[in-house]
């Protein structure tokens, strides 16, 4: 058992309430550390130390700038293992997928922006005979970023890497589920001698801790990443103070295979994207929509491979799918199980917690479960379920896939699976969706924007987004 701190103007402090909250093991179900149930007051000290922060931060050069993210990335990589283990321990994920998707990817998070700043450019308009405008993109001030649990240190550094690059001072709030790997960061910070107050992360409960960051008046921009009923009350409370908002919120991804697919291509991917961290990714397709003349054959050979994706010890190399984050999480996962039941669904593998002995005969583990039989519109096929479970079912035109894949209230990704050049540019014009892979998944390129329409957010992370999200635009126009 240990304690996860604070880390606030450079020092790893405890809550000064002196309450903590207990941090669980999902493999095991068993509490492993405790973390600080911060409140306002945490808030209010990490705000302070970020803007005392500021001036000295945002007059840097960018180079110098620049440096310092590349030396968090690098100690990140030399640390790879230790962080690994430490995010599979908290979030139940498969080792090898944070030692080779998760922690690789917070290393690239912070390589990226550290070049990326330093070609970012501002733009000039000139009136001919009248004058130029210029536009100055300056950093905002103390910016906010929380983040949610199922790629923790992943899209935390998705957030802070381009805010530190902009010039911006961070208060950081990650998922009390999962707060281990932040507070590895912050060890990294002091490891490094990262300039105090420039990053503070507040451990904590979301409506304790993160609410008090996007009330607070001095925190002048909020970006958030989670589910879409905690994103409608951020902007609720944010909106009415003018703050700038990236909200990055749930999904109901379609995947949707025509008869003329590449088909094992198709399928291995359709395995990894439906359940890759236990179905937990934001961009996992958890609708699965088959041409008919391939839906049976799709049906025995999908089954077949999902039956056999080993549900094991995360901390085990051979293990595919490990425990999913929380007891209550598993919990709502089985009960849209039932659901699917009640709705007429045909559990055709899976649908049950499974078993793993041992150390994980406590765990929170769910079998893959493929559901079929159910209308494109009931609830199970309408909700986020954000598990290992996904529902078939067979289109037999375009038209009718296009609208059963946007009839959901979210628009975050959508796969398709064609060799039809034409049908894939028709189909991913008309997909309501912010994310469009053909013939892939999961492909990312930093550089490109990313985000969802409807109810799966507001704004765009990701390259030149980013910056722009995290800077302010000032116009100057000169006379002649
Ligand atoms: P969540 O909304 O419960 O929590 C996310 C973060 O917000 C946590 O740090 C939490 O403590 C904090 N929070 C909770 N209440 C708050 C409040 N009132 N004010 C401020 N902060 C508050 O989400 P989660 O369960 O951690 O994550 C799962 C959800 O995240 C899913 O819906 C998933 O689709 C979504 N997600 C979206 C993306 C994307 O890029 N669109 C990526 C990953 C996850």
Same mark, same amino acid.
């Given at each position: 058992?240990?304690?996860? =701190? ?54 840097? =050069? ?23 283990? #430490? ?24 390589? $990226? ?17 009248? /004058?130029?405008?210029? +536009? ?7 910016? /906010? ?22 010039? %911006?001072?961070?208060? #950081? ?7 281990? +790997? ?17 990053? %503070? $992360?507040?451990? *904590? ?21 989670? *589910? !879409? ?28 295979? $025509? ?40 049906? +025995? ?43 007429? /669904? ?20 769910? %079998?893959? !479960? ?15 379920? $954000? ?30 699976? !064609? ?28 550089? +490109? ?5 409807? %109810? =799966? ?24």
């Amino acid at each position: 058992m240990f304690t996860i =701190s604070n880390f606030i103007g450079g020092n790893i402090c405890n809550p000064i309430s002196g309450h903590y909250l207990d941090n669980f093991e999902p493999a095991t179900g068993k509490v492993y550390s405790l973390i600080p149930d911060s409140d306002h007051n945490d808030v209010a000290v990490a705000v302070e130390a970020a803007q005392k922060a500021f001036p000295y931060w945002s007059s840097l =050069s960018i180079e110098t700038r620049s440096v310092w993210l590349i030396k968090l990335a690098d100690k990140i990589e030399e640390h790879l293992e230790q962080f690994a283990e #430490a995010e599979s321990k908290d979030n139940g994920k498969p080792i090898t997928l944070a030692r080779t998707m998760d922690i690789p990817r917070a290393v690239s998070n912070f390589k $990226f922006f550290a070049h990326a700043i330093t070609q970012f450019h501002s733009e000039s308009h000139h009136m001919e005979g009248v /004058g130029i405008n210029y +536009t100055l993109r300056q950093p905002i001030g103390v910016v /906010g970023c929380i983040s949610p649990w199922n790629l923790p240190l992943y899209l935390l550094t998705w957030k802070i890497a381009p805010a530190l690059a902009a010039g %911006n001072t961070v208060v #950081a709030k990650p998922s009390e589920i999962t707060p281990y +790997t932040a507070f590895l960061l912050s060890k990294v910070c002091q490891e490094i001698n990262f300039p105090a107050g420039v990053l %503070n $992360f507040v451990h *904590g409960l979301g409506p304790k801790v993160g609410e008090s960051i996007c009330v607070h008046p001095s925190v002048k921009a909020i970006s958030f990443t989670g *589910g !879409t009923s905690t994103g409608k009350r951020i902007a609720s409370v944010a909106a009415p103070m003018f703050k700038k908002l990236s909200l990055e919120l749930g999904g109901k991804n379609p995947n949707i295979i $025509f008869a003329d697919c590449d088909y094992e291509e198709m399928l291995a991917t359709s395995v990894r994207s439906s359940f890759a961290n236990q179905g937990q990714i934001c961009l996992c397709g958890s609708r699965i929509f088959v041409e008919r003349p391939l839906y049976e054959k799709f049906k +025995t050979d999908f089954v077949a491979r999902v039956s056999k994706l080993q549900v094991g010890d995360p901390m085990d190399n051979n293990t595919k799918t490990g425990a999913v984050v929380s007891e209550a999480h598993m919990n709502k996962v089985l009960s849209y199980i039932e659901l699917a039941k009640a709705e007429g /669904g045909t559990v055709i593998t899976g649908g049950e917690r499974a078993n793993v002995p041992d150390r994980c005969a406590e765990g929170w583990f769910i %079998n893959p !479960t493929v559901i079929e039989g159910l209308a494109y519109n009931c609830r199970t096929n309408q909700e986020e379920i $954000f598990g290992p479970i996904v529902t078939i079912m067979p289109f037999d035109t375009e038209e009718e896939v296009l609208m059963y894949a946007n009839s959901t209230d979210y628009g975050l990704a959508a796969t398709l699976w !064609t060799q039809n050049l034409s049908r894939a540019h028709r189909m991913a014009e008309k997909l309501a969706s912010g994310i469009v892979w053909v013939n892939c998944w999961l492909v990312r390129d930093l550089r +490109t924007p990313f985000g969802g329409v409807k %109810n =799966s957010g507001v704004g765009r992370e990701g390259g030149m987004e980013a910056l722009h999200f995290f800077t302010e635009a000032k116009n100057i126009c000169i006379s002649y």
